[in-house]
């Protein structure tokens, strides 16, 4: 069984998927500590050709707090923010219709905490591409929260009976294969190429969010685009 374990961001980008497109499970890590200024409550759309941050303002986020236990700001007026600058920046896009209502979806869902609003982004996608990854979260599944870094990692495999671990190619600085390999299991790293398409504007603007993605390919094209990736 192929294993992928990452922190739950809003709308990521692609090469997010890219990682869960590997896997048969894929955890949300929702038990480690909240990261500021990370891509859990942020990300970029393309607006006039620049990147611009579209951000859920979140309520005493600290990075001693788990990401499951941070809260969405009490004000309503971030949702129609984010709305208009999707509405800026893509009305004449291809798949404007689809991508804004599957947002729309997101944007609803009701809870106060952010890591749900954030696995409720990847769902959504997950379910737009049809991939085949079943995905559950860390919270109260492994009582393992005394252990870090790899040694969570692995302990997480062992309970899953994981044979294959996918990990970003950041996980290079921080994972020897040699250790996953005592336990059993093979360490993998998904690095994606370099991935362009028609975003409507004159120079390419890479690493934006999921949603730049899909306002510019239909499933099957962004499907294509998610096997753009060299897993060692």
């Known amino acids: 069984m192929k294993l992928a374990l990452m922190q739950p961001y809003l709308f990521p980008y692609i090469g997010y ?19 500021k200024n990370g891509w859990i409550n942020r990300n970029r759309l393309l607006l006039h050709g620049e990147p611009r941050y579209f951000t859920v303002p979140l309520r005493d986020a600290s990075p001693f707090r788990k990401i499951r236990d941070v809260e969405v700001a009490p004000a309503t007026g971030w949702r129609r923010t984010i709305r208009e600058s999707i509405r800026h920046a893509y009305g004449k896009a291809p798949h404007f219709a689809t991508v804004a209502a599957l947002v729309e979806r997101v944007l609803e869902t009701e809870t106060t905490r952010i890591g749900e609003l954030a696995k409720a982004s990847v769902r959504a996608v997950v379910d737009h591409l049809g991939l085949g990854a079943e995905l559950v979260d860390s919270s109260g599944r492994y009582g393992n929260e005394t252990l870090s870094g790899a040694a969570r990692v692995v ?62 390919n239909d499933a099957a094209q962004t ?4 096997g753009r990736c060299t897993v060692s």
């Open 223 to 226: 499907r294509e685009l998610l």
């Open 17 to 35: 998927f890219q990682l869960l497109a590997q896997v048969d499970r894929f955890v949300f890590y929702d038990d480690v500590n909240f990261i």
């Open 155 to 216: 302990d997480i495999c062992r309970r899953e009976g994981a044979s294959d671990y996918y990990n970003a190619p950041g996980g290079r600085a921080l994972y020897d294969a040699d250790e996953f390999a005592r336990h059993g299991i093979a360490l993998h790293f998904v690095a994606p190429q370099a991935i362009e398409y028609r975003q409507g504007g004159a120079a390419f603007v890479p690493g934006l969010s999921i949603i730049d993605v899909l306002m510019h």
